[in-house]
């Protein structure tokens, strides 16, 4: 069994079927685990299922078979609206599209998931919400609506709002899909603090090149693992051997079900050094400053 | 403030033209709900005052409800006898002082004692079948507001000239007698004696302007030819509506037929029922009518946040919560409308007071009656409150169960 403190996140033989007058099958048999604090990346052609399996993985969407573990919770057989609680405590969500509520401030949009949750006091939002996004590099934007900030800044708003209740899991469908070059490293960047600050990430992306940046790639073709990538290390497991059976390069992966060789799971020891992203741009400095007092 | 209600603040007041639209309807549902409620309740309970004003709130009569016994009844128990004349039935109340003094002691009320015949008015070749009601002017005032209705001369007057008696507006003018004149009044062509016009009455009810006359009970007893007969007592009620409960009392203790004004006027009040059904009805549409807009309103605002519905379900709202946050608009639309529209219904109220109108039943012109009551307010204002939420829960809920997914990808 997969320690879920380890790998907050998991995916068992995971399914997605479209029933019509032809049925399709968006994600194919996956199996995955994340670790705590990994940057994962997932690319592929379009239509290949890497939203669908996104979808999944945040519970945005439910499997027609398999399961999907949060932080140790199996999740096929929550109530819509368990789900929407585990939405709203262990995932934080950045899309393409930056998805604020326009008649709000970027200070509210922020305010909002804490205050679904409602669990700290007014100050203590307030607090978190303006630290967030000063640590963005928003303080002086925290009045202004979603129309008067640029493309950048709104993502930058949705990424705070993403990490508003300190969720253990990120998950971004292509967040600089709309971005130009310097907001789209810049968004990276931030997303590549993140996983250094402990939380997990996981990213839908067309562009390999910030892939490449993640800790680990897989690529999916025809809802399977095509695939794995990690980074530092040069060698390309490209079987497509059906579910399951894409190999970890690092070859000691457990498999998400528990049985091994069976998933395409990461390395069990961390993934090779990277380059990390600009420390200004690392959100969440508590937990920063706890790990690095605690290493 | 909380959340939900946070955001609908920020959805109804940024789009202050379909709020205003929104509001303007359910005030105008509301404010013409309640002109027309006090409107068509004005007008029955003028009607009814006029009723009610016009006769006695019971009426007892010498008679019964069903025939008597028989002594043939009692004799051959089995054998069924009908068309039996019961010979020894003299008309009138009996020992009608005591009759008097008895429900005197409970009747919340007045009791008074009279005689009512028909009568015949003979004026040259004129001769004009009348009710006549033999009464005692210094007890009528408990019992009835004739001495309010008086147009020429007193009640009182009935009681200082003798033979004098009172007649309605309409047949003083269709015989066109006046205050002091003379005519024949009688029974038939056996009795017949010569009456003084002492005074003149409008009740508002044609039909008795124009055939009821009062004179004193000696007088109506002469014209009966029964020396102290009375055959009917009349009772008039702090409370008119008890009538019917005290009737059936009175009839249970003495024995007479005793017919409240709500008996009498049966077909009339059963038409009232349809009619406060049809007015409830007609009501009951407008405030629909009056809730499409906020419908519409709701309607547009869940299509065009769906993004954000779908953001706020992605980011772990709950669903009843989305749903609660189009809910609370309608009611904010709807409270401002009902406001507006209480407002709106008392000013209309105000001014259709102002007019006035040929009434066809009294011949008088007179202003429109209007009914003011809390409660037109209360249930305009509450129906209206169901109608907006109603209005708006079936487009949130629909709003709301679309999926996410659906939405993100078709933005994205």
Redesign the interface.
Same mark, same amino acid.
């Not at chain 2, 779908?310 to 669903?319: D, F, N, P, Y």
């Given at each position: 069994m997969i320690d879920p403190v380890e790998y907050p996140l998991q995916a068992i033989n995971l399914v997605k079927r479209v029933e019509g007058t032809v049925t399709h099958t968006l994600v194919n048999g996956i199996d995955l685990a994340v670790r705590k604090g990994e940057f994962l990346a997932i690319t592929g052609p379009s239509g290949s299922g890497k939203s669908s399996l996104l979808y999944l993985l945040g519970l945005l969407d439910a499997p027609t078979e398999g399961e999907v573990v949060i932080c140790g919770e199996e999740t096929s057989k929550l109530s819509s609206n368990e789900r929407a609680d585990v939405r709203l405590t262990k995932c934080g969500f950045v899309f393409q599209f930056h998805f604020l509520l326009p008649e709000f401030t970027a200070l509210e949009n922020v305010l909002l998931p804490m205050r679904t949750a409602d669990i700290l006091s007014s100050k203590e939002m307030d607090a978190r919400a303006k630290e967030l996004l000063g640590m963005l590099g928003l303080e002086t934007q925290i009045h202004k609506r979603p129309n008067q900030l640029s493309g950048g800044q709104r993502q930058r708003v949705a990424l705070a709002r993403a990490l508003a209740n300190k969720p253990e899991i990120i998950v971004a469908d292509e967040p600089t899909g709309n971005l130009d070059v310097a907001s789209t490293q810049q968004v990276f960047g931030i997303l590549r603090g993140i996983a250094d600050a402990g939380q997990t990430v996981v990213v839908v992306t067309h562009d390999a090149a910030l892939a490449a940046k993640a800790d680990r790639r897989i690529n999916i073709v025809d809802g399977k693992i095509s695939e794995t990538t990690v980074r530092g290390d040069a060698r390309h497991a490209a079987h497509g051997h059906g579910h399951g059976e894409a190999a970890s390069p690092a070859g000691s992966a457990p498999a998400a079900n528990g049985h091994a060789g069976e998933a395409a799971a990461p390395a069990q020891s961390a993934p090779a050094p990277v380059a990390r992203a600009p420390t200004a741009a690392a959100p969440l400095p508590e937990r920063t400053k706890a790990e690095e007092s605690g290493g | 403030m909380n959340?939900q209600f946070g %955001?609908a603040w920020?959805?109804v007041s940024?789009r202050v033209r379909q709020t205003l639209v929104g509001t303007f309807g359910v005030a105008v549902g509301v404010g013409f709900t309640i002109m027309m409620a006090g409107l068509m309740q004005g007008s029955q309970i003028d009607f009814l005052q006029q009723l009610v004003d016009a006769m006695p709130h019971i009426t007892v009569t010498d008679d019964t409800r069903t025939a008597g016994s028989q002594p043939a009844d009692s004799q051959y128990g089995a054998v069924g006898v009908s068309n039996a004349p019961n010979i020894n039935r003299r008309a009138g109340i009996r020992t009608p002082d005591a009759v008097v003094a008895s429900l005197e002691t409970w009747v919340p009320g007045a009791v008074a004692a009279s005689v009512k015949i028909n009568a015949i008015i003979i004026q040259g070749p004129a001769r004009v079948g009348v009710t006549l009601t033999g009464i005692d002017p210094r007890t009528e005032e408990r019992v009835s507001k004739l001495a309010t209705q008086m147009r020429q001369g007193q009640l009182n007057d009935l009681a200082r000239a003798t033979n004098s008696i009172i007649i309605g507006l309409s047949l003083a003018q269709k015989l066109g007698v006046e205050v002091g004149n003379s005519v024949m009044l009688g029974a038939g062509e056996a009795v017949q004696i010569p009456v003084t016009v002492a005074g003149i009455f409008r009740s508002g009810l044609k039909q008795v302007d124009e055939s009821q006359i009062y004179s004193s009970i000696r007088v109506a007893q002469i014209i009966a030819g029964q020396t102290g007969l009375i055959n009917q007592l009349r009772l008039r009620l702090k409370d008119p509506l008890m009538a019917q409960n005290v009737a059936t009392r009175v009839e249970a203790q003495i024995g007479y037929k005793s017919v409240s004004w709500q008996e009498a006027n049966s077909d009339l009040l059963g038409t009232f029922a349809v009619r406060d059904f049809i007015m409830l009805t007609v009501m009951g549409a407008m405030l629909m009518v009056s809730s499409l807009a906020t419908y519409n309103i709701i309607s547009t605002i869940t299509y065009e946040k769906r993004?954000?519905i #779908? %953001? @706020? *379900? /992605?980011?772990? @709202?709950?669903?009843y *919560?989305v749903r609660r946050i189009f809910i609370i608009e309608a009611a904010l639309i709807g409270s401002v409308g009902i406001l507006f529209g209480w407002v709106l219904g008392y000013f209309m109220c105000i001014g259709l007071q102002q007019i006035t109108v040929y009434n066809s039943i009294s011949g008088a012109t007179r202003p429109i009656a209007i009914y003011y009551s809390w409660n037109q307010y209360i249930v305009a204002g509450g129906i209206s409150l169901l109608c907006a939420a109603g209005a708006a829960f079936f487009p949130a809920r629909k709003a709301t169960r679309v999926?996410?997914?659906d939405i993100?990808?078709g #933005? /994205?």
């Open positions: - | 959340l %955001i920020t959805h940024t993004h954000d #779908a %953001i @706020m *379900k /992605s980011l772990g @709202m709950r669903e *919560k999926h996410p997914v993100i990808r #933005a /994205s």
